[in-house]
């Protein structure tokens, strides 16, 4: 069992910029694909962006050239820059893992609070 963790979530004004941060629980990190989800009140989570095992990110349109996912396998942690922030960015945001061996995501956090101020 994999524990997912998130954290650096807050107020910012728009404009600006948050790093977020998922910290994993146990041995095998590195060898799973992590994502970041969003979901904003009264609408269904969406796909934020991505990083494989191999480093290789994918992200959404609407924050490409905004947002960069990063790992660091010797802390566990996957990490999302977010600059340029928009109010439109507001939502709470997840973390997932998922296996070498599946298709969907194994592992999810609880979130952290995203918001952006006009």
């Known amino acids: 069992q994999v524990q997912l963790v998130e954290s650096g979530g807050g107020l910012v004004q728009a404009g600006g910029s948050l790093r977020l941060a998922c910290a994993a629980s146990?041995?095998?990190?590195?060898?799973?694909?992590m994502a970041w989800f969003r979901q904003a009140p009264g609408k269904e989570r969406e796909f934020v962006a991505v990083?494989?095992?191999?480093?290789?990110?994918y992200y959404a349109d609407s924050v490409k050239d905004r947002f960069t996912i990063s790992r660091d396998n010797a802390k566990n942690t996957v990490y999302l820059q977010m600059n340029s922030l928009k109010p439109e960015d507001t939502a709470v945001y997840s973390c997932?893992?998922?296996?070498?061996?599946?298709?969907?995501?194994?592992?999810w956090g609880q979130g952290t609070q995203v918001t952006v101020s006009s």
């Open positions: 146990g041995r095998t990190f590195s060898s799973y694909t």
């Open positions: 990083i494989t095992r191999t480093a290789r990110t």
């Open positions: 997932a893992a998922q296996r070498a061996t599946t298709t969907g995501y194994d592992y």
